[in-house]
């Protein structure tokens, strides 16, 4: 069956370092992968989308790599800030009709 | 990107009553929209995907009867929880397909059934 896996549950670092989120994904060929942010109590909010044919995105602090022959993906947060601290999913889909499939999440804390 | 309310933001009930919770889109016209379910520390399950003018489709597990779903609108869902019981205490999500890939999520219900 598919699944979806982030490997820590919880990441605590200190302010100032890279984060590094992992996402792992078996049983699935999806067209394109997803990272989201959710705060406690809230619904998540959009960050950044890589498509299957991509390698590497960034935006401003964020970068997401997307490896299809190691069914992973990579999601870097640099010069890390505690206002960064929430939960990250990763999502992914087959098609842009299909529906989404959220892994269970990384909690990442940043310490000042 | 699309902004997404719901109502209300949190529910406390008795087991037995009915809850219905509102998914808005403020200003995307939505064919399509998604009702999530989420329990604490586990990742959101997809529970049905609603579409304007006809009936919702429901993933495998989740009960149709149970949860009734209504996409009355282009901007307009909503999720009943019919007899709701402890068991159905949960953070109820809506999201919606903003005309690609990304989804947009209302900030949640949290439903708490006594």
């Known amino acids: 069956s598919q699944k979806i896996e982030q490997n820590s549950e919880a990441l605590n670092i200190q302010e100032g370092k890279t984060a590094t989120l992992t996402c792992n994904y078996t049983?699935?060929?999806?067209?394109?992968l997803q990272w989201y942010r959710q705060d406690p109590g809230r619904g998540p909010v959009f960050l950044l989308l890589?498509?299957?044919?991509?390698k590497e995105k960034r935006k401003e602090r964020l970068k997401v790599t997307f490896d299809t022959t190691l069914k992973q993906s990579l999601f870097h947060i640099t010069a890390s800030q505690p206002a960064d601290s929430a939960t990250y999913l990763c999502?992914?889909?087959?098609?842009?009709?299909?529906?989404?499939?959220f892994g269970s999440g990384t909690r990442l804390s940043i310490r000042p | 990107g699309a902004v997404v309310s719901q109502h209300p933001s949190r529910v406390i009930c008795k087991s037995g009553t009915s809850v219905k919770i509102e998914c808005r889109s403020l200003d995307f016209q939505a064919t399509t929209m998604f009702w999530y379910r989420q329990f604490p520390k586990q990742s959101l399950m997809l529970m049905a995907t609603?579409?304007?003018?006809?009936?919702?489709?429901?993933e495998q597990g989740v009960e149709k009867d149970k949860f009734l779903i209504n996409h009355a609108s282009l901007t307009l869902s909503t999720l009943t929880v019919a007899s709701a019981h402890p068991e159905d205490s949960s953070f109820y999500i809506c999201?919606?397909?903003?005309?690609?890939?990304?989804?947009?999520f209302g900030p949640g219900t949290r439903l708490l059934v006594l």
């Open positions: 049983n699935y060929s999806p067209a394109y």
């Open positions: 999201s919606l397909a903003g005309g690609g890939e990304t989804q947009y």
């Open positions: 609603s579409n304007e003018g006809s009936k919702a489709t429901y």
């Open positions: 890589i498509r299957e044919n991509e």
């Open positions: 999502a992914l889909a087959s098609s842009s009709a299909s529906k989404i499939i």
